[in-house]
């Protein structure tokens, strides 16, 4: 058996709003799993190896909910553009650059590496279209050490010239793709890329794919006010957006819809009835002038609430950032709703970036014993402070504020995925 043993300042976030905190404490997993966290050393490890980490902090790894691999040589690009206008110009001439294999695995080696090295361990993530490259992404975030959901895009109308598939083709593609897919760590996720890229032919197999296969889906949802009028035009039968996924069979429990902006309390009800998860991106939210999402409403509400980058509608890939523009957009969205309604606190948004997303992973919230260990080993020993801060105000002022290398070290489903040189 192999026993990873870390000592430090453990906290992770066992609920919402809640934070377990251990100083000097150990973090403890045997072949990959949490035992435990524990104030003293149980007896049966004494003789194993401890690293030890001085007064570092000890977290939870983040999981990245939503995010455009094919997007990251754009970040920052086109922010002053709404989100149809930046599509058009911006997003699919580039993901139109990865039916290049050679230009798709440098960018995605680099993806990878630079998620692990800002502590994202799991993700949820969209590919292009394109199967090869999607496979490719696959292995590259395999070798990094990156776990999770990757999904090939489907859309067979509405992309452009270099950006489309014939209906046929996106099904083929899909098939075979799945059939491609034997990698341990990286899944597939049927991934239709929007309502309006997508025929009602397509979405109606990738229902019937994703029942069969028993696979997760992702997609957008309720975005920007643009996007809801359109989908309203191509589909004059159904009321609502969401109805359009709901109608092909792809509205369930392991759906996962990125945005969710401008969903009404109808929208809200079928989304809370259905399990459907919501995937808040802040980030890209107000950069791409879609919104402030009511988070704190669909949490009140009892809707599955998770976070995500969106890479690159949002300008961030460290969720250390998305974390605190979460917490930014809850309280301009206070102000909104004439301080009716209560921001997200650090704790809670901690919880929206980290383990809020357990159940979708087959795990348990904070370092519960019984999960893969995904952790980040966090200095913060160079930031000056006027007083000895507590564990919680350490915590807190990381999140905001990190220093020049904070990261140590980071584990992934039991192994070490990067170590500070």
Same mark, same amino acid.
């Given at each position: ?17 809640? *934070? ?25 490890? /004494? ?11 000890? *977290? ?8 455009? /691999?094919? !997007? ?12 149809? @206008? ?28 630079? *998620? ?52 046929? %083709? ?33 979405? %109606? ?5 994703? +029942? ?10 309720? =975005?920007?006010? +643009?996007?809801?009028? $359109? ?8 009321? !609502? ?7 092909? +069979?792809?509205?369930? =429990? ?7 902006? $401008? ?37 009140? =509400? ?9 890479? /690159?509608?949002? @300008? ?8 605190? /523009? ?12 004439? $301080? ?9 948004? $901690? ?21 893969? *260990? ?7 020993? @160079? ?39």
């Amino acid at each position: 058996m192999a026993t990873t043993i870390l000592k430090g300042t453990v906290i992770s976030a066992p609920s919402l709003g809640k *934070l377990d905190i251990t100083e000097g404490g150990y973090l403890v997993a045997v072949d990959g799993v949490i035992q435990g966290v524990y104030k003293t050393l149980p007896r049966e490890f /004494a003789s194993c190896p401890v690293e030890d980490m001085g007064n570092d902090l000890i *977290l939870q790894s983040f999981s990245d909910m939503h995010l455009h /691999a094919p !997007q990251y040589p754009m970040l920052g690009m086109g922010m002053d553009m709404p989100l149809i @206008d930046w599509l058009h110009t911006y997003t699919f001439p580039t993901e139109a650059r990865f039916r290049d294999t050679d230009f798709a695995r440098e960018t995605y080696r680099r993806l990878a590496a630079e *998620l692990v090295a800002n502590g994202t361990t799991r993700v949820c993530m969209f590919s292009s279209l394109h199967r090869e490259a999607t496979l490719i992404l696959m292995e590259e975030l395999e070798k990094a050490g990156v776990t999770g959901f990757v999904g090939k895009v489907n859309m067979d109308r509405n992309g452009g010239v270099d950006l489309e598939e014939t209906t046929e %083709e996106s099904i083929r593609e899909t098939e075979r793709w799945l059939e491609e897919c034997h990698f341990e760590h990286i899944r597939p996720v049927i991934t239709p890329r929007f309502t309006p890229s997508c025929t009602n032919e397509l979405m %109606e197999k990738l229902g019937q794919i994703a +029942g069969e296969k028993d696979l997760p889906i992702q997609s957008h949802l309720s =975005e920007n006010a +643009g996007e809801i009028a $359109w989908v309203s035009q191509l589909h004059p039968d159904c009321r !609502q957006y969401w109805e359009t996924y709901a109608k092909c +069979g792809m509205w369930n =429990e392991r759906t996962v819809m990125a945005h969710c902006v $401008w969903s009404d309390e109808r929208e809200r009800k079928a989304i809370k009835d259905a399990g459907v998860w919501v995937v808040h991106c802040a980030d890209s939210n107000q950069n791409l002038i879609s919104g402030f999402a009511p988070v704190r409403k669909m949490l009140k =509400e009892g809707i599955k609430v998770v976070l995500g980058s969106d890479i /690159a509608g949002g @300008d961030k890939i460290s969720m250390f950032d998305v974390t605190a /523009a979460s917490i930014r957009s809850s309280k301009a969205r206070r102000i909104m709703d004439n $301080w009716n309604t209560d921001f997200l606190t650090v704790s809670e948004a $901690w919880y929206l970036a980290t383990s809020a997303a357990s159940d979708f992973f087959g795990e348990k919230p904070g370092f519960a014993p019984g999960n893969p *260990l995904h952790a980040i080993v966090l200095r913060d020993d @160079d930031i000056i402070s006027v007083r000895k801060l507590t564990a919680a105000e350490r915590f807190e002022r990381c999140v905001y504020n990190r220093q020049k290398n904070a990261i140590r070290a980071v584990y992934s489903a039991g192994r070490k995925v990067y170590s500070a040189q």
